[in-house]
């Protein structure tokens, strides 16, 4: 069926040629969208693009970069294709892009220790330290950042903050909730942590060099079939992970 389906693709996409194309993932640190498992880049995004490149004919290559490296590559036009992005966290770059249509949702929340009240109130937070993985973009919440507000530790990665948090070198963590689902499940460290706040919830797109008007069209062909059939939900599934 799938197979049918990759032909079907090819010969509404208007005979595109099959090219190569560059895919920015974040340096194996970034589970379940992109980890190394035996030696290979495993998770949402591989399978994601291993479908793409069923339906679209098209080759996508996987490079991993920290978020800063990659987001100034982007910007230089070295990578093609950033994927799980909204557009407003990229509104401020230097080549903002084109997009896909939307494939899924993302949603930042504030991770806690034990014993850590939720609240409905940024303010609360004024005078804490919270970690940020370097390069991410929070919108309107970054209102509440600054002196005399919420204070900002950067580091690389969900990873490395998460050992910061349980070590309590910062009071709280900026994260994605699939990430912090992921890596309480697998870590007993952080399994009592708990989400305090939600920042926001927001649908995601591949985001695309602005001249990739025909890869734009081709994958929101693809990303349509893929939707209307279950494909990316599976996905998310097979990672312990909710699309939605």
Do not use: C
């Amino acid at each position: 069926m799938y197979y049918l389906f990759g032909l079907a693709a090819l010969f509404y996409s208007g005979v595109a040629l099959a090219k190569e194309y560059s895919v920015l993932v974040y340096h194996g640190a970034n589970p379940p969208y992109n980890y190394i498992h035996n030696h290979q880049p495993t998770g949402i995004f591989s399978d994601l693009f291993a479908r793409l490149g069923e339906l679209t004919g098209h080759t996508f290559k996987l490079v991993p970069w920290s978020v800063a490296r990659g987001q100034k590559l982007f910007d230089m036009g070295k990578i093609d294709i950033e994927p799980g992005v909204n557009p407003i966290w990229r509104a401020q770059r230097k080549n903002p892009g084109i997009y896909s249509r939307s494939y899924a949702y993302s949603k930042e929340v504030v991770l806690g220790r034990e014993g850590e009240r939720p609240t409905v109130d940024p303010k609360s937070f004024y005078g804490k330290v919270f970690g940020r993985v370097r390069g991410y973009r929070y919108g309107q919440f970054e209102s509440h950042f600054g002196e005399n507000k919420i204070l900002l530790y950067d580091n690389v990665s969900e990873k490395e903050l998460l050992s910061q948090l349980a070590h309590k070198r910062i009071d709280y963590l900026m994260i994605g909730d699939v990430t912090a689902a992921y890596y309480q499940k697998h870590n007993p460290n952080y399994a009592s942590f708990k989400v305090v706040f939600e920042i926001s919830k927001l649908p995601v797109h591949m985001r695309l060099q602005p001249h990739l008007q025909q890869l734009q069209a081709e994958l929101n062909r693809a990303l349509q079939v893929m939707q209307r059939n279950g494909e990316i939900e599976a996905i998310y599934r097979q990672y312990g992970a909710l699309n939605q």
